[in-house]
């Protein structure tokens, strides 16, 4: 499937709607982050509250990506993916009738469906379209959706009238992206071979039983904890804190998310280029813990703005490359790559759900200092776990005894 001697040119429309559909699952998301300043009071939230809602779109990849990577295995990932893409058009929509914290909690559930069922595929769609070299380049532009995502919601939110119009924008928004899915997304090129239908325990008891597969879900695990805690909680951090506007919070918080996305298409083409992953994997999370405590502390101006892009392009880099490891583990390949991908974001998700809202805020107590020096040390953490994973560049690939 990834050895056709000339790709389909309609992978890049392939790439496209999946760019889209990532984007649009992303925004809802952190349309709440750049509102806090409204949706706290009005709802009456405590801060425990308010990072779970805020880590509510993660729940369903804790408990559905696994079963999702194996459906998607067995019956094509388009299917899959539309049933999640149906609720989540709901649950965005809807959002603006929440009254309290259960029921925006329940809608922000349904908003990250599509997301989460499409995040846990990812790498299986694109592995049928795109040759394996350049599988990493691929998977930083497709993620480079979910950073551009969080940059238009933060910076844009603050300026919609009011918090309904702002929900109601993202869910036509999501429908729209929907009907694209449904229309032109294909599971595989045309005469490319069929993978092969197995019962739904024969992909899991495969995926579980590979060592690499639960270590890229670990290390991944720890970066969306970081990553959602400081995404969550900087904007209005630096309101309270700073007494910046929340426009201007917002703009801040999405330059993070600006350099995330060059990270993720620039890092991924560099690795391609000269054939390692490595390289691009510890060395940048361990100084991105750096530059992520540095971002909070230094003084709000062009120093602040710099570092923010700094941080975003060191966190941009790493989670592409993790997320092609499935279909170039040489004991999961496109035939496991479905299973192998969810329970990855079953780790992934599980992280960014219970980190923010059972691990740093409760040890942060009130205070964003603590807050984001434990979210710096869950980085460095990433970055270490990344040490004990093989290389797979196309340079130890291309070895006779790689595997």
């Not at 690795?271 to 390692?276: A, E, F, K, T, V």
Request: proline share 7%; hydrophobic share 55%.
């Amino acid at each position: 499937m990834n050895d056709l001697p000339k790709p389909s040119p309609y992978r890049w429309v392939i790439l496209c709607v999946m760019w889209l559909a990532m984007f649009i699952g992303s925004l809802p998301q952190f349309q709440i982050s750049a509102l806090a300043f409204r949706i706290i009071p009005e709802l009456q939230l405590t801060s425990s509250q308010f990072a779970l809602i805020m880590s509510a779109p993660m729940l369903p990849s804790v408990f559905l990506s696994l079963v999702a990577g194996s459906l998607a295995d067995r019956f094509g990932v388009k299917k899959v993916v539309a049933v999640g893409f149906a609720f989540s058009v709901v649950g965005v929509y809807f959002r603006y009738l929440a009254t309290d914290f259960a029921s925006l909690f329940s809608l922000m559930v349904l908003a990250g469906l599509s997301s989460a069922l499409l995040n846990a595929n990812a790498a299986k769609l694109l592995g049928a379209w795109f040759p394996r070299e350049k599988m990493g380049s691929a998977m930083g532009i497709y993620f480079s959706s979910a950073a551009t995502g969080i940059t238009v919601a933060l910076a844009t939110s603050a300026l919609f009238p009011t918090t309904k119009s702002a929900f109601v924008t993202a869910g036509i928004s999501m429908l729209l992206v929907y009907i694209a899915w449904l229309i032109l997304i294909k599971n595989k090129p045309e005469g490319a071979p069929e993978m092969p239908r197995m019962p739904i325990s024969k992909y899991i008891g495969v995926v579980v039983k590979s060592k690499r597969v639960w270590l890229v879900g670990l290390g991944l695990m720890l970066f969306m904890g970081t990553n959602m805690a400081f995404n969550g909680f900087f904007p209005n951090a630096l309101n309270a804190v700073r007494g910046v506007d929340p426009v201007t919070a917002g703009l801040l918080a999405a330059i993070v998310t600006i350099g995330t996305m060059v990270g993720s298409i620039v890092g991924p083409a560099m690795s391609d280029r000269i054939g390692l992953i490595k390289p691009f994997l510890a060395p940048a999370a361990i100084l991105g813990a750096v530059v992520m405590y540095a971002s909070w502390i230094v003084p709000t101006g062009p120093v602040m703005w710099l570092t923010l892009f700094v941080l975003g392009i060191l966190m941009g880099v790493s989670l592409p490359l993790l997320m092609a490891f499935p279909m170039l583990l040489a004991e999961i390949g496109p035939t496991y790559a479905g299973t192998a991908g969810g329970l990855i974001a079953t780790l992934q998700l599980f992280g960014a759900f219970m980190i923010p809202a059972f691990v740093i805020t409760p040890l942060a107590g009130t205070s964003f200092n603590i807050l984001f020096g434990i979210s710096s040390l869950f980085f460095a953490l990433f970055g270490l776990v990344t040490l004990f994973l093989p290389e797979l560049g196309v340079k130890a690939r291309a070895k006779p005894n790689h595997n």
